[in-house]
């Protein structure tokens, strides 16, 4: 999301000058980050099998979490590459949102240990809000688990729906003016 935010602005020349599709600059900066997360998730998965003797067959699931985890990134990575074409400053805020959500996200806490209705209630309503939380619990159940988490699947996939098509929305609302702008 961060790379996408000045993605449109520093490819202004592709967007000026040619009859090129601005929504694919956002997704390239998303499939060319994927490819690194393919790689630490392999990682994780070969560390998970030396230290556990075992590997979850539901890792074979891992690519709907991608997907999803994908979905989202590129929804808001289109509202924020959008924005920053008129808004220069964007990308800066969007350096400390992300920050801000990296720390409101539980990353390091099991939810077996520590559910959401067990914080006080309105931290249990911001980790409830949050999508990250929901596709972090999937991939930790598939890569640590042995069932398959339906139900935070199917909620993060509510977020990032949600959030890909305002995203879309809004980007081709607002590409119609990156030319005079840029």
């Not at 994927?34 to 392999?42: C, P, Q």
């Not at 240990?113 to 209630?121: D, M």
């Amino acid at each position: 999301v961060q790379r996408a935010s000045g993605s449109i602005v520093e490819q202004a020349n592709l967007i000026t000058k040619t009859m090129f599709p601005s929504e694919i600059v956002p997704v390239s900066i998303f499939l060319s980050s994927l490819v690194s997360h393919l790689l630490a998730v392999v990682l994780f998965i070969v560390v998970v099998a030396i230290t556990e003797h075992r590997v979850s067959p539901m890792i074979a699931l891992l690519p709907i979490s991608m997907l999803v985890l994908g979905l989202l990134a590129v929804g808001i990575g289109w509202v924020a590459a959008s924005l920053q074409v008129y808004l220069r400053d964007t990308a800066q805020v969007v350096t400390v949102v992300m920050t801000l959500w990296f720390w409101i996200t539980p990353v390091m806490i099991p939810e077996a240990q520590y559910p959401i209705h067990r914080f006080p209630r309105e931290v249990g309503l911001v980790l409830a809000a949050n999508p990250l939380v929901y596709i972090i619990r999937a991939y930790r159940q598939m890569l640590l688990g042995h069932t398959i988490p339906w139900g935070d699947i199917a909620t993060a996939m509510a977020f990032a729906t949600s959030a890909f098509v305002i995203g879309g929305l809004f980007f081709r609302h607002m590409k119609r003016g990156f030319a005079d702008v840029l």
